[in-house]
């Protein structure tokens, strides 16, 4: 099972991007999904997740300006950004958790990380 997250890249402040990351491999069924970033010298923090349902949890930090969507047939997590700020700038984490082939149990997975970057 792999995650491949893309659409990072530069912006500048009040631009917008999309990311995206899917899943492949020998897939049963995903539980959560979610997008966490990590800002040089900063721990990782969740910016948003997503249940198999659709019910959403944003940080406070991007409340109103980001918005996390999945397509459940195409086990694709992706993250709309509108009015970027500098200090969205960071490298940019999938994560969820799947039922999958490898182990016979609900694992939690991590993509490769997009980095993005908000400047003028």
């Known amino acids: 099972v792999q995650l491949q997250a893309s659409g990072g890249g530069l912006v500048h402040p009040g631009g917008s991007l999309r990311l995206s990351c899917a899943a492949s491999g020998g897939i049963f069924g995903i539980n959560v999904m979610g997008w966490y970033r990590q800002a040089p010298g900063k721990q990782r923090e969740l910016v948003a997740g997503?249940?198999?349902?659709?019910?959403?949890n944003y940080a406070n930090s991007v409340k109103g300006r980001f918005t996390i969507s999945r397509d459940n047939a195409k086990n694709t997590v992706y993250l709309q950004m509108n009015s970027l700020k500098p200090e969205d700038t960071a490298v940019y984490y999938c994560n969820a958790d799947i039922y999958g082939s490898e182990y016979p149990h609900l694992t939690n997975y991590w993509g490769q990380g997009t980095q993005v970057t908000v400047s003028s």
């Open positions: 997503i249940t198999s349902g659709g019910s959403t």
